[in-house]
């Protein structure tokens, strides 16, 4: 598994060279803060450069971003001064649990998107939620957008088609499976957990093409082919007292 340092050290690299190639899915994540009041406080695990850290901020919403590659965070508050947008932005960086308790002011809602598979086990996942959990009020909510660790085609992307390097960093998709959440949220009484599958047709196509987004919706909503989906998004919120 490589360690927090392995991963720090992976993505330094990749903020150094300043190309990001992921395909925008803000349009498939965007909902599921529809729920979260503008202008509350959301703090973005794993916010890298800051591909979702700026619709958050356009959205209205004050973002914490954290990240343990310094470089990717400076990379970030960079490109939201340049958007006029740093004034809702403030930066927690380091490791995630002990960036979270460091963060003084309260936070509504937290976000995880394309970060817990780089997190080294399960064990650390698990703190990171519990965490987050015991921290926000009753009505706050955590977004999670991660690939699915039972679609066969990360497998044959990283492990059969890409680097090694590559696939060390990214092995850990395994560990995201639908009851990785449920086994947490049954372990408390404090929250309710929703999931949706998405992208059984490539993000890039869905992206471009109109009309593919509500096709793969449909595709993705039957039991037997959303196993194959690339990625997983749950919902968690904090129940009301
Ligand atoms: C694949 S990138 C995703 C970046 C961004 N969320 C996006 O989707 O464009 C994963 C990011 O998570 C960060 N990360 C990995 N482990 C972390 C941890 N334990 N605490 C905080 N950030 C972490 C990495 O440094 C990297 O910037």
């Known amino acids: ?6 991963t720090q050290q992976h993505f330094d690299k990749s903020a150094a060279v300043g190309v990001d190639s992921s395909v925008d899915k803000w349009p498939a994540i965007a909902p599921h803060f529809e729920a979260i ?5 959301i703090i973005e695990c794993g916010a890298g450069t800051g591909l979702y850290t700026l619709p958050l ?5 004050r973002v914490v971003a954290n990240d343990i590659s310094l470089l990717a965070l400076k990379r970030l508050k ?3 001064e340049a958007a006029g947008l740093a004034d809702g932005l403030s930066l927690a960086p380091g490791d995630y649990v002990s960036a979270l308790a460091d963060v003084a002011d309260p936070i509504q809602a937290a976000t995880f998107i394309k970060v817990l598979h780089h997190f080294p086990d399960r064990d650390h996942i698990r703190a990171a939620l519990h965490a987050t959990l015991d921290r926000l009020p009753a009505g706050g909510r955590i977004v999670m957008f991660e690939p699915n660790g039972l ?3 990360w497998f044959v992307r990283y492990r059969l088609l890409d680097t090694r390097e590559k696939w060390l960093n990214e092995r850990n998709i395994r560990l995201i499976r639908q009851s990785l959440f449920e086994d947490l949220c049954d372990s408390r009484n ?3 957990l929703s999931l949706q599958y998405r992208f059984l047709i490539p993000g890039t196509f869905v992206s471009r093409i109109p009309g593919l987004s509500a096709a793969d919706r449909l595709l993705t909503s039957l039991p037997g082919l959303r196993r194959f989906s690339a990625n997983l998004i749950c919902i968690i919120d904090k129940a009301s007292a």
């Not at 009041?37 to 406080?41: H, I, L």
């Not at 901020?57 to 919403?61: C, D, T």
């Open 1 to 6: 598994m490589p360690t927090v340092l392995e």
């Open 78 to 80: 960079v490109t939201m």
């Open 57 to 61: 901020l356009k959205a209205g919403y």
């Open 151 to 153: 679609a066969p085609h």
């Open 37 to 41: 009041p503008r202008g509350a406080r």
């Open 190 to 192: 404090d929250c309710r």
